[in-house]
């Protein structure tokens, strides 16, 4: 799995890692070229340290996963703990010991660099972005949405860009994705508030395609894609963004 990190890395970033530290030889550093901070530390830890009933040595990757709440799923998962030697709310350490399937560990990279870089780069390298969203039909007729439309407004989640896909999550009682939309724009000055909702601005979201309620229920989701929650605005992993492309 460490071997399948460093080449991920330099094919897809150009980065090779450092070796910094002369008492720990192997312990290696990925860092970016214009701001120099890292997004990646790979070592080898005595798994006591881990939390974990052996001394031998586990390969592990520091990753920062600065959304608390996306974090928060992270690390309820096997193989993925609260940073080891690093700031624990804002990092996450991952095991290499095939713990963690390595799509996942690879997506976490991609997750981290963005995070750490800087703001002219993260403009240049943000692609399109894939995410699921909440709607909760008790306080807006999601399922009759597009009836009549094919473009509705919503409320725009952080970090959400004009091109991104968005597939809404309907809550209970359906608890599955039922729609693929494509947002068209973003930042429409929107003010409203009450016990329930705050919304500072809108998007406009255009539906591509609808999903049979029975088809991504929140059990699929958690038992075949790992998500335990939907609450707000989050990425999806590389293996869900395919079957909802079928």
Known sequence: MKDAVYAYIKKKYKVLPEYPWKRYPGNAVFRHGDNNKWFALVMEVS???LGLDTADDIPVINLKADDLFFRDMLIRQHGIIPAYHMNKQQWITVFLDGSVKQ??????IDASFLATASAKKKQKIRPPKEWIIPSNPKYYDIIHAFDDTDEIDWKQGSGIKAGDSVYMYVGSPVSAIMYKCKVTETDIPYSYQDENLTIK??????LLKRYKPDKFTFDVLKDEYGIYAVRGPRGIPNSLSAALKK
């Open 103 to 108: 799509e996942l560990v690879l997506d976490l």
């Open 201 to 206: 601005a809108l998007m406009k979201i255009k």
């Open 47 to 49: 798994g006591d340290k």
